[in-house]
């Protein structure tokens, strides 16, 4: 059946490399080899303008240092993805382009349930200086993860990819693991221990060896609470409340 959520995501980049081991080693890796999402590496270059040279950048017009994507490859990549409708899609759906950049939308929790809410999502990662300004029509929107410059968007596409694809239902084993989540309620997640329940001189809090579901819920939410209030405090104003 056809639902909303997200289906499919196409990242295009000058290097499909690496994605090699997160696609081989991580959740989405799983989440692909499981069919719950439909995840494909495009190649820029596979769409340059120039047949024998594959070159996708070039000099900045009026100077300066470091190269430029080209408009060309980028617009023929978008026109052949978009083209590629899967049968898991709408026939007539687009898909969302968000281009990774420090001066997009910087991201968190809230913004990656808004993503993982659309069917299908295709990411641009830039490199050298930039991009032509001219996509930028072709963009939805531009995504940060961080007030922090890298060299390129692959990392920061890894990080959206894999924080959008892990709510997609089925891919995080159980339900209530995403539902705890720090930022999932606006909070940080409480702390968890495992065996042994005497390690090295500190104990397990009794209440979770209680087997009392009720206190331990409520033992749960009171530390979530003070790890923020600790860790984040930033976190209880009202307007980074809004914010997650
Ligand atoms: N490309 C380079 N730095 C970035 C960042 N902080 N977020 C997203 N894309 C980027």
Redo the contacts with the bound molecule.
């Keep these: 059946m056809k639902s909303s959520g997200l289906k499919r995501v196409d990242i295009l980049t000058l290097f499909p490399g690496m994605f090699e081991g997160p696609l081989s080693q991580s959740l989405l890796g799983r989440a692909r080899d499981r069919g719950l999402i439909d995840l494909r590496i495009r190649n820029l270059r596979d769409f340059s303008a120039d047949d024998r040279h594959k070159t996708v950048d070039d000099r900045p017009y009026g100077g300066g240092a470091g190269m430029v994507l080209q408009p060309e490859p980028i617009f023929r990549a978008i026109k052949a993805i978009r083209a590629s409708v899967s049968k898991d899609l709408l026939k007539n759906s687009k898909p969302y382009v968000i281009y990774?950049?420090?001066q997009?939308r910087v991201l968190n929790q809230k913004i990656s349930l808004e993503l993982a809410q659309r069917p299908w999502i295709t990411l641009i990662c830039?490199h050298y200086e930039g991009v032509d300004e001219r996509i930028m029509d072709l963009v939805d929107e531009e995504?940060?993860?961080?007030?922090?410059?890298?060299?390129?968007?692959e990392l920061?596409a890894m990080v959206l990819a894999e924080a959008i694809i892990r709510l997609v239902p089925g891919v995080v084993q159980q339900a209530e693991s995403i539902a705890n989540d720090s930022f999932q309620q606006g909070l940080l997640d409480h702390p968890h221990y495992t065996r042994p329940a005497l390690w090295r001189g500190k104990k397990v809090p009794e209440v979770l060896l209680s087997g009392d579901h009720k206190k331990i819920r409520d033992w749960r939410t009171q530390q979530a609470r003070g790890m923020t209030s600790k860790k984040r405090p930033d976190l209880l104003t009202t307007n980074s409340r809004r914010r997650i």
């Design positions: 990774l950049s420090p997009g830039g995504v940060s993860i961080g007030d922090y410059v890298l060299t390129g968007g920061p």
